[in-house]
């Protein structure tokens, strides 16, 4: 595994069997002001991405690059494994490939590859290399912020729910106060009847 620094900003991830296309592409890339990190198999390309997902990585890896026809793992394999992958899916896949079979091509673009280069790789062919990583990034960022702003909004209303006693809990915890009010009517009325039904007795003279 070779990794060469140029300008950090992305990082393409190279895949090839090949040692003389490998360092053809990562010349080209460096020329194109890329980072780059060289494996020779499919699987190694896997374990690099999943071991060191950034996600949760030093370096993230902003695409990846890689040759059609290798032992092993080959590109269009690999392609499907990032795909299905939840971590993976975002990475941008470019397909390399020798030969210019149209059902190879249209398979690995179904499959969700961004693009199918043919060999030899020309630098004009790596310029269409940074539209696709920016439109990842770009989503990406979305995606984080929007993420982060759902995160808020939940934390948001746990506060609010922990800080703010229902309806309920409020009248619970108001103490019950007698309604004077209540029974001082209640107290008159009682009064008031007793004047009432009471027999009077001031004509009546008591003879001892």
């Given at each position: 595994?070779?990794?060469?620094?140029?300008?950090?900003?992305?990082?393409?991830?190279?895949?090839?069997?090949?040692?003389?296309?490998?360092?053809?592409?990562?010349?080209?890339?460096?020329?194109s002001s890329y980072q780059v990190t060289t494996v020779d198999s499919g699987s190694k390309a896997l374990e690099f991405l999943t071991t060191n997902p950034n996600n949760h990585?030093?370096?993230?890896?902003?695409?990846?690059?890689?040759?059609?026809?290798?032992?092993?793992?080959?590109?269009?394999?690999?392609?499907?494994?990032?795909?299905?992958?939840?971590?993976?899916?975002?990475?941008?896949?470019?397909?390399?490939?020798?030969?210019?079979?149209?059902?190879?091509?249209?398979?690995?673009?179904?499959?969700?590859?961004?693009?199918?280069?043919?060999?030899?790789?020309?630098?004009?062919?790596?310029?269409?290399?940074?539209p696709h990583i920016l439109k990842t990034k770009i989503k990406h960022q979305k995606q984080q912020v929007q993420g982060e702003a759902k995160q808020e909004e939940e934390e948001?209303?746990?506060?609010?729910?922990?800080?703010?006693?229902?309806?309920?809990?409020?009248?619970?915890?108001?103490?019950?106060?007698?309604?004077?009010?209540?029974?001082?009517?209640?107290?008159?009325?009682?009064?008031?009847?007793?004047?009432?039904?009471?027999?009077?007795?001031?004509?009546?003279?008591?003879?001892?």
């Amino acid at each position: 595994m070779g990794v060469a620094a140029a300008n950090p900003e992305f990082h393409v991830l190279a895949v090839d069997d090949s040692i003389i296309d490998r360092k053809l592409i990562e010349r080209l890339l460096k020329t194109s002001s890329y980072q780059v990190t060289t494996v020779d198999s499919g699987s190694k390309a896997l374990e690099f991405l999943t071991t060191n997902p950034n996600n949760h990585q030093e370096v993230e890896v902003n695409l990846v690059i890689t040759d059609y026809c290798m032992p092993g793992m080959t590109g269009y394999d690999l392609l499907k494994k990032i795909k299905e992958s939840s971590s993976l899916r975002n990475i941008p896949v470019v397909i390399m490939s020798s030969e210019n079979v149209p059902s190879r091509i249209s398979r690995c673009l179904e499959e969700g590859a961004e693009e199918f280069f043919l060999k030899p790789v020309q630098l004009s062919d790596l310029n269409k290399l940074r539209p696709h990583i920016l439109k990842t990034k770009i989503k990406h960022q979305k995606q984080q912020v929007q993420g982060e702003a759902k995160q808020e909004e939940e934390e948001e209303e746990e506060k609010s729910e922990f800080e703010s006693p229902t309806q309920q809990e409020q009248q619970q915890r108001q103490p019950q106060q007698p309604d004077n009010n209540k029974r001082k009517a209640a107290m008159e009325e009682g009064l008031s009847t007793d004047r009432t039904t009471r027999p009077r007795y001031n004509d009546i003279a008591t003879v001892v």
